[in-house]
């Protein structure tokens, strides 16, 4: 339930990186979120859109990726995609693996647009 | 149109905060552990046992976080602990600024054990850094053994896990080394403790082994 918590951050990040002025409509954040962040994206897509409508933010899409958790075996090196985050390695059963990607939460790039009016 | 690459960390003023909250701690020696679990595993209860144990021994210093009242930091006001209250309003999880708020309201001396105690809810606070030096989760015995399973960010992210109330375990279905299965196919190094808060069971052991993260 922490999804609006997540979505103000967002909207704080984005805001802090808007050319001064208000000649900009922002299209679109593109965001990654890894399998393992126990993040939903509908209530952060919910979150975002409520959020974000006082904001010169309003109307934006919020483009998520997700990112497949995966794990390297400390003992035969293997790479693994996990489906269930059970952590052991499917090759030979060592639970000592390390977690390379999955828990990732970053704002990765936006598009911006001048505004009709603007032009 | 133009795009504009961003790469930033969504939670990094959190994690920036939580690592000034860190260098503090351990600057002062100060042992902080966010203790972690559903509502009602008896976070509260190990922390105030804990308290009884150990306080003449070592400085015991706690920061309760709770959506309302101030009900808690009564009970470990009531052991003559220094405690702060923080009251979230609803929100589901302390953060780093939270955390770092309270801890300036305090009165804390160097070389102090610092239990946060954290909103119960199994889910949010396991994404939030603190500053703390490690997470305690916490299950009860009436949990279900599955819930390691259910929520595996909070067992994968700790490094001790308190099964509490076992003192009930004579009239429930549970199974501890079910649950302690469960939790080592989410993180095989969780150390763990069984507990009882009513009969004490497994309490020296616990305490011993903060003695031990305190070097005394």
Known sequence: ?119 | MSLITLERKILEKNDEIADENRKLFSEMGILALNLVSSPGSGKTSVIEETIKMLKQKIKIAVIEGDCQTNLDAERIDALGIPVVQIVTNGSCHLDAMLVRDAFEKMDIDNSTLLFIENVGNLVCPAAYDLGEAMKVVIISTTEGDDKPLKYPAMFRNSEVLIINKIDLLPYIKSNVKEIIKNSHLINPNLKVFTTSCTSLEGLNEWCDYLLDKLKI
């Not at chain 1, 409520?50 to 483009?63: D, H, I, N």
């Open chain 1, 1 to 119: 339930m922490h999804e609006v918590s997540i979505a103000q951050e967002i909207l704080t990040i984005v805001e802090s990186c808007l050319p001064e002025g208000n000649r900009f409509k922002v299209n679109w954040v593109k965001i990654e979120l890894g399998e393992f962040s126990n993040i939903l994206p509908e209530p952060l897509e919910f979150g975002f859109e409520v959020l974000s409508k006082e904001t010169r933010l309003s109307g934006a899409r919020l483009l998520i990726e997700k990112i497949p958790l995966t794990v390297k075996c400390s003992v035969c090196g293997i790479i693994t995609t996990l489906t269930e985050p059970f952590f052991y390695c499917p090759l030979c059963d060592s639970p000592n693996v390390e977690i390379l990607t999955g828990t990732e939460m970053k704002v990765i790039e936006i598009e911006i647009n001048e505004k009709d009016d603007a032009k």
